[in-house]
């Protein structure tokens, strides 16, 4: 039994797929089912259950897994353990960020941090909030940026910032002229979407709840639209489709710069979210977390509320 064959069967598990599992540990199909099948030999029991299009997990395989992550976790802890001797701001950091954080926060962020903190380069993942908090309790990353509401998975968060959002319109509609609006009037109009998975999509529906009673009969809002992320969105938007509410860091500081569309805040109570900066409560390079949300504190992002006086707090 390996570490290696571990990682294979927690991959298996999480992406219910073979195929897709060789590609997330860059090993080909084949390597990874000799190397499970090999796993299953050794304990006498079977892990999975091989469908034609789908991969199983038997009810024992559910426990194995779950020591697997664990045993992947303290292995890493254990590489961890051995760094803390050393300066805890020196080495790489690896960094989860959600999509819809990223491109706004990191043109910020990282060039702060490298002249800062050149001596802990940040290695940067981008994506969901399901797979960064995966990749956080399997020791894949350190710390992740994303925002609230996170599942219960008992890691440390530190509030960063607080972010309003603006909805976004074609400067043909008849609200570019409008100096606010207010969230209930959403639920009347051809709404833009993320699609699911998207950890913003859900805090709109917050806004406007209707949305997610959506269907082509009801009253109300008329059609909906599912991009994949917010630039394909705000295009659409441009074209004039539709509508869609953004986080204020998406908008650009030269709004000439997109002169097809209207950006208008929200009537109090503005509706907004939290980005938090979050990882693993084991994590022994606490100095390191620290620093980083410090150079997010420096940022000194337009229009957002940074947080640096919030204590520390477990999900």
């Avoid at 797929?17 to 796993?39: D, N």
């Avoid at 020791?139 to 599942?151: R, Y």
């Avoid at 209707?210 to 009253?219: I, L």
């Avoid at 705000?234 to 209207?262: C, E, F, N, Q, Y």
Wanted: aromatic share 6%; with cysteine; proline share 7%.
């Amino acid at each position: 039994m390996t570490l290696t064959e571990l990682k294979y069967i927690v991959a298996v598990a999480r992406e219910r797929h073979f195929g897709r599992a060789a590609e997330a540990c860059f090993v080909s199909q084949p390597t990874l089912s000799v190397a499970i099948r090999k796993l299953e030999d050794e304990l006498g029991v079977a892990i999975f259950e091989r469908g034609s299009s789908e991969v199983g997990v038997t009810a024992l395989g559910e426990r194995i897994v779950a020591q697997a992550q664990k045993v992947l976790e303290e292995s890493a802890y254990l590489k961890e353990i051995a760094q803390q001797g050393h300066d805890p701001l020196s080495g790489p950091l690896r960094v989860g960020v959600i999509h819809t954080i990223g491109p706004y926060l990191l043109p910020y962020l990282v060039p702060r941090h490298i002249s800062s903190i050149p001596q802990m380069p940040l290695l940067l993942q981008e994506n969901f909030t399901v797979r960064l908090v995966e990749l956080l309790r399997q020791g894949e990353i350190d710390c992740a940026i994303m925002a609230l509401p996170l599942p219960e998975t008992g890691l440390m968060t530190r509030p960063l910032y607080d972010e309003p959002f603006v909805v976004a319109v074609p400067v043909s509609h008849p609200w570019a002229g409008r100096e606010s609006i207010d969230a209930n009037d959403l639920k009347q109009e051809t709404m833009l979407l993320l699609g699911h998975g998207h950890c913003f999509r859900d805090q709109v529906l917050g806004v406007c709840p209707e949305m997610s009673r959506f269907s082509a009969a009801a009253d109300g809002i008329q059609r909906s639209f599912e991009g994949s992320s917010l630039e394909t969105i705000r295009h659409m938007v441009a074209s004039g489709i539709g509508i869609t509410v953004l986080p204020i860091t998406s908008v650009p500081k030269d709004t000439a710069s997109t002169p097809l569309l209207r950006y208008i805040p929200f009537r109090a109570p503005v509706p907004d979210r939290r980005v938090v900066l979050a990882w693993r409560r084991s994590f022994p390079r606490q100095a390191a977390v620290d620093a980083l949300a410090r150079t997010v504190y420096e940022c000194g992002m337009p229009n957002v509320k940074m947080l640096e006086e919030s204590e520390i707090e477990q999900v």
